[in-house]
């Protein structure tokens, strides 16, 4: 079994992360996960060039997967050292050196929910497992989601990936390992629906994805996590079962509006 077009597309997003040594792209199975991201925000943001904020970057992943697709970038860090990604963003001169002009970087001054952006600069503003953790540095969801519609342009969206499901069974399984990571603070569509609308900002779409661990991938031997026929049936059952399984699911894509 062959990858797709699109499908070669993100793998070789991947090749490039994983020359990188980053977090989760160790193998194809588990870096995978992001393509469902990648899928809906393209769906979702079709302006050419459109101005996008990848908001609390981490290590940068999601900013060179948006810079690789012709939007200017803006990456925007808690910190620099965060407890998340103690070495800040770990690609800066790989994305400054292959897209000049497209890119830029900044870090926060330490407010947790201010940005360092005038009004309505942002076609898009994009959160990949960052939200959920705002209460953790100090800040607050509402107070965040606001400040994101203030540096959104009318019309502009914001996108949330990897959102975490209050009734996740991953979830749970993690809470009883200590050593396990696991999410302080999850949620369920009402919670986002009640965000967005004391944030001013309206829900277009919500939906469940990700049941299957994947992180846990990495343990595989070369020869099956990096294997399309592997990966691709991996990857549909993982589709499937929010379906089949709604309840259980581990993460919530969102996309809401600022009105225009």
Not at 23 to 46: G, R
Not at 142 to 168: A, D, M, Q
Request: proline share 5%.
């Amino acid at each position: 079994m062959q990858w797709t077009a699109e499908e070669n597309r993100w793998v070789e997003v991947f090749q490039t992360l994983k020359s990188y040594q980053l977090f989760a792209f160790d193998n194809i199975a588990t870096a995978s996960q992001y393509w469902i991201a990648y899928e809906h925000f393209l769906k979702s943001v079709t302006v050419p060039g459109a101005r996008v904020l990848d908001w609390g970057c981490g290590s940068g992943h999601f900013s060179y997967f948006l810079l690789n697709n012709g939007f200017k970038t803006e990456s925007f860090n808690v910190n620099a050292g965060d407890s998340y990604h103690p070495d800040g963003i770990k690609i800066a001169d790989l994305l400054t050196t292959r897209f000049k002009d497209a890119f830029n970087f900044k870090i926060s001054s330490g407010d947790p929910v201010k940005l360092p952006y005038p009004d309505e600069s942002f076609d898009a503003v994009v959160s990949v497992g960052v939200l959920e953790h705002v209460r953790q540095e100090g800040g607050d969801e509402i107070k965040s989601l606001k400040e994101i519609r203030r540096i959104l342009k009318k019309g502009g969206v914001f996108l949330c990936f990897h959102f975490p499901n209050k009734y996740s069974w991953v979830e749970a399984v993690a809470r009883q390992i200590p050593s396990k990571h696991h999410h302080l603070y999850r949620f369920t569509k009402k919670n986002i629906l009640d965000l967005n609308e004391a944030a001013g900002l309206n829900v277009e779409t919500v939906q469940a994805y990700a049941v299957l661990p994947r992180n846990e991938l990495a343990r595989l031997p070369e020869g099956i996590k990096n294997n399309p026929t592997f990966v691709k049936f991996y990857n549909r059952a993982d589709r499937l079962l929010p379906k089949v399984l709604p309840p259980v699911f581990q993460n919530y894509y969102f996309r809401s509006r600022k009105e225009g």
